[in-house]
C-alpha cells in the first residue's frame, strides 16, 4: 500500500459507545495530523504530532483523544460524542510540519 | 484570530478558458501555502506549493504570491472539466513550526464542456 490510509472509511455510532479511527501512512514521513471537515466549513486542524509527540492540540475537547505509537501510526480514540460531531475526519502526514501534508481518503463519522 | 478568505464560487468558466482563483490571509508570520484540490466527496489533493514571492509554473497551473499584499492566487490555463472542483488555500501559523495549516472554506470551480 502507499501514501496515507484510513479506517474505517465511515462509521455510525450512538453517543455513549466508544470506538476508534485508524490513520497509517507509507511515505516515511515523521508529522501526522488530525482534521474535522464539516459542511459548510473551512477545514480544521485538531492535532499535529511530530516523531510520535503531540506539538498542537487545537483546543480540542476532551471526547477527543488521540494516540500515536509510532511515526506511521495515528489513532483518534473516540467517546461520548455530541451530534455536532458528526463530520469527515481526515488524517495527513507530512516529512516535517513545515512540508506539504498528503491527506488520507477520511473516515465519515455519524453520531446517532 | 487568523483567517484565510476565499470567495466560494462557484465559479464558472468554459472549457479551454482560464480560471482564476484567489486567497487572502491575516497573518504576516506566515511563509508556507498550499493549495489542494478536492472533488466532491473525496480527500484534498494538494496541486500547488509556494513559499517565495512571484509566480511558480507546474504544468496547468500557476501560483502567485505576495506577501505585502497578503494574497496568493492560482491559475488554471486550458480549463477542462476534469478540473471541476473545489480549490483551497492553506497558509501555515507563522506563530511557530507546528505544522499548523489554516484553510479557507475553498472555491467551487465549475468548467463547463
Known amino acids: 500500500e502507499t501514501g496515507v490510509t484510513q479506517t474505517p472509511r465511515h462509521l455510525v455510532m450512538g453517543m455513549t459507545n466508544k470506538k476508534s479511527l485508524k490513520c497509517e501512512q507509507h511515505?516515511?514521513?515523521?508529522?501526522m495530523y488530525w482534521y474535522k471537515q464539516s459542511a459548510k466549513k473551512p477545514l480544521e486542524l485538531m492535532f499535529v504530532?511530530?516523531?510520535?509527540?503531540?506539538?498542537e492540540n487545537n483546543s480540542v475537547p476532551s471526547r477527543f483523544s488521540p494516540e500515536c505509537p509510532n511515526s506511521s501510526h495515528l489513532f483518534l480514540h473516540l467517546h461520548t460524542l455530541q451530534p455536532e460531531d458528526s463530520a469527515l475526519y481526515l488524517c495527513?502526514?507530512?516529512?516535517?510540519?513545515?512540508?506539504?501534508?498528503?491527506f488520507g481518503d477520511g473516515t465519515r463519522l455519524s453520531i446517532l | 484570530q487568523k483567517e484565510v478568505e476565499q470567495n466560494s464560487g462557484p465559479l464558472s468558466v468554459p472549457e479551454g478558458a482560464i480560471a482564476s482563483l484567489n486567497c487572502t490571509y491575516s497573518?504576516?508570520?506566515?511563509?508556507?501555502f498550499f493549495w489542494y484540490r478536492q472533488y466532491s466527496g473525496k480527500s484534498p489533493e494538494l496541486i500547488m506549493s509556494?513559499?517565495?514571492?512571484g509566480d511558480k509554473e507546474d504544468g496547468r497551473f500557476t501560483a502567485q504570491l505576495n506577501k505585502a499584499s497578503q494574497y496568493v492566487s492560482l491559475l488554471i490555463r486550458d480549463s477542462q472539466p476534469s478540473d471541476s472542483a473545489t480549490y483551497l488555500c492553506?497558509?501555515?501559523?507563522?506563530?511557530?513550526?507546528?505544522?499548523?495549516?489554516?484553510f479557507g472554506q475553498g472555491t467551487t470551480l465549475q468548467v463547463k464542456p
Open positions: 509556494i513559499y517565495s514571492n
Open positions: 504530532y511530530n516523531f510520535k509527540e503531540q506539538t
Open positions: 492553506a497558509v501555515n501559523d507563522g506563530s511557530g513550526n507546528t505544522g499548523k495549516l489554516i
Open positions: 495527513a502526514s507530512s516529512q516535517d510540519p513545515n512540508q506539504p501534508q498528503h
Open positions: 511515505l516515511g514521513h515523521n508529522a
Open positions: 497573518d504576516r508570520g506566515s511563509q508556507s
